[in-house]
């Protein structure tokens, strides 16, 4: 981060996620004075926090990391076009815009990071997949895993053909479990408890077991036999839920490869 608060870093839009960043950057010491925001709808905490706002860009910033939603991506770079092909190291968060769209834009010597983070960033429990282009030094890919290390886990990708499959199981995987939380309500309610009581159960029970899973030491395999005693409750209902052909297995293969197969066609 020393390169960051010496040089500089732009951070085109500042929405949700653009947000959950700029917040953990600054409890990581990063300098308000060492970061310039182009945001056209600031929220009034983005006014308080004392970088620079829509005052334009450094001459040669360490980062300019792209938090624009895809589809304004081509009106929003070109106030960054000057800064391609130089020393400047390009994050982008932009889902479904490959690195090689952002090389015709800013020129083929520009280094690039294109990442896929994921909505519990916003509270410091997400978890980003990144990948790099041929100009990104190693030193500038660890500069960028330590910027979306600010907001929760990081791995590294082989290629950018791996990404929509992280799009598909991290990047779109929260739905899935909200979606959880919605089902296992409403089949409490069916079985009788108050709408209310359901979805706090429901609710307490997916945020609590996925804690338990991020503590504990024990594979999630493990974690579920724990829970499930021969002949009992738990195992009369895993027996449906992990049917081969009409359970979890199958739904998600195929939910899974619908996200996948929906990602590669936005990139093309």
Known sequence: MDRVARDGLVLLGCGKMGTALLTGWLAAGVPPGSV????????????????????????????????????????????????????????????????????????????????????PSMVGRGITALCRNAHVLDADFALARALMAAVGEVVELAGEDQIDAVTAVSGSGPAYVFHLIETLAAAGE??????????????????????????????????????????????????????????????LRRAVKAAADRGRELGK
């Open 36 to 119: 310039w925001v182009i945001e056209p709808n600031p929220t009034d905490w983005l006014k308080g926090t004392g970088v620079h706002l829509n005052q334009g860009v450094p001459a040669s910033p360490a980062v300019a990391l792209l938090a624009v939603k895809p589809q304004m991506m081509g009106a929003a770079l070109p106030a960054l076009q000057a800064l391609g092909n130089g020393t400047t190291l390009f994050v982008s968060i932009a889902a479904g815009t490959r690195i090689a769209a952002f090389e015709d834009a800013l020129g083929d010597r520009t280094p690039i990071v294109r990442t896929m983070p994921n909505t």
């Open 190 to 251: 069916a079985e009788g408890l108050p709408a209310d009581v359901a979805m706090q159960l429901a609710r307490a029970t997916v945020c609590g077991a996925g804690e338990l899973a991020f503590q504990s030491g024990e594979t999630a395999t493990q974690l579920r036999v724990n829970v499930t005693s021969p002949g009992g409750t738990t195992a009369a209902a895993l027996g449906v839920l992990m049917d081969p052909e009409t359970g979890f297995p199958a739904l």
